[in-house]
């Protein structure tokens, strides 16, 4: 019986969700930030490039 | 629209992530460490559809100069660095527990990092050149040229692996096809593409809201 | 028959400034010639280990000259308004990409055999026996990193950060094309047939058509103002 090493699957699995929960919640932000004319002056630079 | 999607994608990666640990039954030779191979194997599937994307639309853009289609190449592009940097890492990750190292040049993970730095071009390319519109139409050449050499990437890394392998190389991949696994990789592939999917929307959403913000 | 006439009009323009100039010439001997130091004190001492990486060693030698040459292909466009007079040739542009895809052709065809030359004489390759074969792949290879480096070089001609952004598009996107060459010089090297390396053959002559292709097609969008 091999060991399971569920360490790296959480942490695989952990990376994972932290890129992808990351990138959503750059998207949130951009788009909060197209409403709010304050935030229009971060959003910019990130939005187009 | 755009909300159903959201939601939709958030119970697609909930039941991928049900699937994954509930229900796919644990491998005989490699133990549950496979498991990440759910991870794994679905996000470089869903980099290919975006990358498949931004050919069609790059194409699209140059032909038409339509801005939607330089929108959509452009939120796909980021979207497919984003899956195959999850594959990269998650792969590199798996590999350290099977393989003893967290790198080898295998074919698969030598294609995905060099398409991954193609594709991280297309978006330095946008950030570096001044004029937005000149950026997009480089950018589109550059994702024209990129997706047109992935199976160029593909035959070439995996000839060049293949007369180099040492007998006793193990793969991480599962010992024989079995039918539950295959159906488990299935449905964490629609969970996560779903994601993708909406990611791109979104994304694009966020850059045509821009263009008419300033237009 | 415009088409060519009008093609070899870009290679002799650049033929002729690079005879006048020298620049790119020299500039890629004799960073040819330094390579060829760096290889000599870092592995020269094992003689074994000097001869297994030859073959990358050779290429890797090729590939940085060219980097040096193929990044200023356009940049000396820049000067005296060059550019703008390239940007105004009436019809299809696709002569002066094949015309400067032909010059940047014929730049490597001669670093490579600076190269070639030193290191035969210097590094003690034993070249004779698989150099028609050897040519092949060369010849091959060369169109290859000509078509994608012309292309690539006249993007980031007016591109802020060129020396970076130029060598981050180039080298991935010609990394089936170095594999190929690299492992089919191998083969040649250690005595092989041309048969055996087949495979890599035919993946050189895909990767060109494609490469010349859209480079032909997209060309015009890269010129455009």
């Given at each position: 019986m091999s060991a399971d090493h569920w360490g790296f699957v959480v942490a695989a699995y952990g990376v994972a969700i932290l890129a992808l929960g990351g990138y959503w919640r750059r998207l949130v932000h951009l788009e909060r930030s197209l409403k709010t004319p304050m935030l229009r002056a971060t959003r910019r630079r990130s939005l187009t490039r | 629209m755009m909300r159903s999607l959201g939601i939709v994608a958030a119970l697609g990666v909930v039941v991928a992530g049900i699937v994954a640990f509930g229900l796919a039954p644990r491998e005989v030779?490699?133990?549950?460490?496979?498991?990440?191979m759910y991870v794994h194997v679905p996000a470089i599937g869903v980099a290919y559809l975006a990358f498949i994307l931004v050919f069609v639309a790059s194409i699209t853009y140059l032909w038409t100069r339509a801005p939607e289609a330089d929108h959509i190449a452009h939120a796909a592009t980021e979207v497919g660095v984003l899956f195959l940097g999850v594959n990269i890492a998650t792969g590199a990750i798996w590999g350290k527990?099977?393989?003893?190292?967290?790198?080898?040049?295998?074919a698969r993970l030598t294609s995905a990092a060099i398409l991954f730095v193609v594709f991280v071009g297309y978006l330095l390319v946008r950030r570096m050149t001044d004029d937005h519109e000149r950026g997009a139409r480089f950018a589109a050449v550059v994702g024209i040229v990129g997706a047109l050499n992935i199976p160029l990437v593909h035959f070439s890394v995996y000839w060049w692996r293949a007369l180099h392998q040492p007998p006793t190389f193990l793969k991480p991949g599962p010992a024989a096809a079995s039918a539950s696994i295959g159906w488990s990789l299935l449905v964490c592939f629609a969970g996560l593409a779903l994601l993708g999917a909406y990611f791109v929307t979104k994304r694009y959403a966020v850059l045509r809201a821009h263009q008419q913000a300033s237009a | 028959m415009r088409f060519v006439r009008r093609t070899w009009a870009v290679v002799r323009k650049d033929v002729l400034i690079e005879r006048r100039t020298k620049e790119t010439v020299n500039a890629v001997v004799f960073f040819s010639v330094l390579l060829l130091f760096v290889f000599e004190f870092t592995l020269g001492a094992d003689r074994e280990r000097l001869a297994a990486v030859l073959p990358g060693l050779l290429w890797l030698a090729v590939l940085l000259a060219a980097l040096l040459g193929l990044g200023r292909t356009f940049v000396?466009?820049?000067?005296?308004?060059c550019w703008e007079a390239l940007l105004l040739?009436?019809?299809?542009k696709g002569a002066v990409y094949v015309g400067k895809l032909a010059g940047n052709g014929l730049l490597m065809a001669l670093v490579e055999t600076i190269v070639l030359l030193l290191f035969t004489l210097f590094?003690?390759?034993?070249?004779a026996g698989a150099l028609p074969g050897l040519l092949l792949v060369l010849a091959l290879g060369t169109v290859g990193i000509a078509a994608v480096g012309t292309l690539f070089g006249a993007m980031t001609a007016?591109?802020?950060?060129r020396e970076l952004l130029f060598p981050v598009l180039l080298l991935p996107a010609l990394v089936p094309v170095l594999l190929a060459i690299v492992r089919s010089t191998e083969a040649l090297l250690a005595g092989e047939s041309l048969g055996t390396v087949d495979h890599w053959l035919k993946l050189l002559v895909a990767a060109d058509v494609i490469y010349v292709v859209a480079g032909l097609l997209t060309f015009d969008v890269l010129l455009e103002g």
């Open positions: - | 030779t490699q133990g549950n460490v496979q498991r990440i527990p099977t393989w003893g190292t967290w790198w080898t040049w295998d | 000396l466009e820049r000067e005296n308004d040739t009436p019809g299809d590094l003690n390759v034993d070249v007016h591109v802020r950060a």
